[in-house]
């Protein structure tokens, strides 16, 4: 009934079905772009993988004066020392992002700057890191440091052609390292280990055992704060600071092993404040990866904005179908008044009127889910960031969903009007 009733009003039709679609195909667009931006990078292990955050900041003001219970969220490099000591995580390691020179073959160009992620054995199993050849170090080639490294799938691509290279030597600073490992295409949405500068920028190009830092007396490229003064111009000052620059990662993967580890936790900071340090409230944190994205408030706060704009905006392409729609039913009321006569309930009129509104919803629907196809790929072209937004199953069904709500909203109030006239009238018209 539907259908036909969408053939003897063709022009008022694809005029419903185009308003429905229009909406439907901007909060799409908005709704999948703020879903793949807040989606859990690491699903599989994200429940087991924490960001550990420890209080040593000022005594006499918070981290944050905005968060005053925040501690800082990242730590210095003698706190990371200590805490790895533990031997109670699965896996646990400190990294941080520095610039070096890589020095290529003459043939294939000048030296150029790369960003390289100074890091210890365990980052690679924390974050189930793929690689296309070869794997990372072990645990004695942080020890030494040994110069070995491993190579994002880009820079070997630029460096090597894209061909096995384990085993090759590049030139990093002053320093020959052998390649051991090559990542393949790795791009976590977002950078969660580390989104300090930019929780959507590309990954580092290589990465090295962390205490080649020390060899290179390299700073970090990312964020450091301090709140004590110490003499800048000497590097070994800096690692006995109070500067916080480092991030730290563990694996905890039972509720066991995670109360051992605050418990070890609370112990080495009770440790550090018997020396004199620490002097604040004992704060120390184990955020999720949920709850550590949600404190570094990676989601731009326009994406919410846009997609609250977005359903408000097919909320009003809803509403102004009422109109319409009650116009069109009224239409029919010499129909319905029969129909009732004859023994139809208010309820067989409503349903059937509802069930057309949910057709020109759907139909509306897939006009919408082409249009936020286009919609995407307007935003990855105005946006490259290295990623694509693309409609997925679940925002398929989301599409949908969002168009038969649509449907129901400007169509259930001429429904019950429809159904609510008295068949009196239109029979002594019959």
Known sequence: MALKSFRRNPILSLLMIGAIGLGVGVSTTFVTARYILSADPIPHKSNRLYYVEIDSWNPNRPWDDSKPSNPPNQITYRDMMGIMKSDIPVHQGGSFKAWLFLHPDPKIGRPFKVTARMCWSGFFPLFDVPFEYGNGWDRSADRGPDPVAVLSYETNQKLFGGERSIGKTVRIEDRDFRVIGILAPWRPIPKYFDPHNGAFEPMEDVYLPFEFFR????????????????????????????????????????????????????????????????QRPMNNRLLTVGEWLKEAEVVPTEATTLMIISLLFLLVCALNLIGVLLGKFFSRAPDVGIRRAMGASRWQIFRQHVVECEVVGLAGGILGIFLAMLGLEIVNRLFERGFEFRLDGNMLAAAVLLALLAGLISGAYPAWRICSIAPASYLKEQ
């Open 215 to 278: 060899v290179f007396k390299v700073h970090s490229a990312g964020n450091t704060s301090n709140w004590k003064r110490f003499d800048a111009d000497k590097f070994e000052a800096k690692l006995a600071s109070e500067a916080v620059w480092i991030q730290f990662w563990v694996e905890l993967d039972t509720p066991a092993r995670k109360e051992a580890y605050l418990d070890f936790l609370k112990s080495y900071v009770e440790g550090q404040k018997r020396v004199g340090r620490m």
